[in-house]
C-alpha cells in the first residue's frame, strides 16, 4: 500500500505539472519589476519631496571625489542632522553572487564578492537587490564616521522617481556614484555593467544610524525608507 500510494500521488504530481504553468517566468528580469511594483508603499514620498530636503549643501566630507577616473572631483558629500547625501552620476555595479546579467563574462571588472554580506553569510546578489555603493574610508570622507554602515537605507532619486536601496557594497577611495544593476533597472537606468548608467541626475540620501533587516530584503528596506523619508521632509 505504500508504494502503491507514493506511486499514484507521482503521477498525480506529474499530470499537476503537466497542466499547471510554470511559476518561473522567462524574462530574467521579471522579478526585479515585480519587487518593485509589488512591494507597499514605495514612491509615498515624492521626488520632489526628497530633493527640496537636499537643495542645500553642507559638506562633511574633507574634499571632493570624482564620478569617474578621468573626471575632476567636483562631488562633496553633504550633511544634515538626519542623513548624508551627493548628487552624482550612476555607474553600475555587478559584484557579488554571479548571475544572468551580473558575471565574469558581461562584467570585466566583476567581482564574485561585495563589502557586506547577507544573513546567511553568502554575498549580496546585484540583479536581484537594490544596493548603493560608498567609496571606502580615505582622508575625504569615513562613512563609518556618519552612521552608515552595510545595510543602511538610501532613498535614491532620479528625475521623479524614488528607489529604496542599502549600503551594500564600497568602491574606490576616490569616486562616488555607484549602485547596483536592481537599483539601476528598477529606476529605467540602463543597467548593462560595460554600457549603462547615467553620466548624472542622481541623488543618493543615506539616513544616518538606520538599517534594513535582513540587508537582502529589499522590502525591509522600502518599510524602513518610507517612513524615514516621511521624517526626512517633515522634519524641520
Not at 505504500?2 to 503521477?11: H, K, S
Not at 510554470?22 to 509615498?44: C, L, W, Y
Not at 548608467?197 to 524602513?224: L, N
Request: aromatic share 8%; hydrophobic share 35%.
Amino acid at each position: 500500500m505504500r508504494v502503491q500510494y507514493f506511486t499514484l500521488a507521482a503521477a498525480g504530481a506529474a499530470l499537476l505539472a503537466s497542466t499547471v504553468p510554470s511559476p518561473i517566468h522567462p524574462d530574467p528580469d521579471f522579478a526585479i519589476r515585480h519587487q518593485r511594483t509589488t512591494v507597499p508603499h514605495e514612491g509615498a514620498v515624492t521626488a520632489a519631496d526628497l530633493l527640496a530636503k537636499v537643495s542645500d549643501c553642507t559638506p562633511v566630507s574633507n574634499g571632493r571625489y570624482r564620478t569617474d577616473r578621468d573626471t575632476p572631483a567636483t562631488v562633496p558629500v553633504c550633511g544634515t542632522g538626519d542623513a548624508v547625501f551627493w548628487k552624482a552620476d550612476m555607474d553600475i555595479d555587478c559584484d557579488g553572487s554571479p548571475g544572468t546579467h551580473c558575471n565574469s563574462v558581461t562584467d570585466p571588472y566583476f567581482l564574485p564578492s561585495t563589502a557586506f554580506q547577507q544573513s546567511d553569510g553568502r554575498y549580496l546578489d546585484a540583479e536581484r537587490l537594490p544596493y548603493v555603493v560608498v567609496p571606502m574610508p580615505s582622508g575625504i570622507w569615513n562613512y563609518r564616521d556618519h552612521g552608515v554602515r552595510g545595510g543602511s537605507v538610501v532613498a535614491v532619486v532620479y528625475r521623479d522617481q524614488v528607489q529604496y536601496a542599502v549600503v551594500g557594497d564600497t568602491g574606490p577611495a576616490d569616486i562616488i556614484g555607484e549602485a547596483s544593476y536592481a537599483t539601476a533597472a528598477a529606476l529605467g537606468i540602463p543597467p548593462d555593467p560595460r554600457s549603462g548608467g547615467t553620466d548624472s541626475g542622481v541623488t543618493y540620501i543615506v539616513f544616518k544610524d538606520s538599517q534594513a533587516s535582513p540587508i537582502e530584503s529589499h522590502e525591509a528596506a522600502v518599510s524602513e525608507g518610507e517612513r524615514l523619508a516621511r521624517q526626512f521632509v517633515e522634519g524641520s
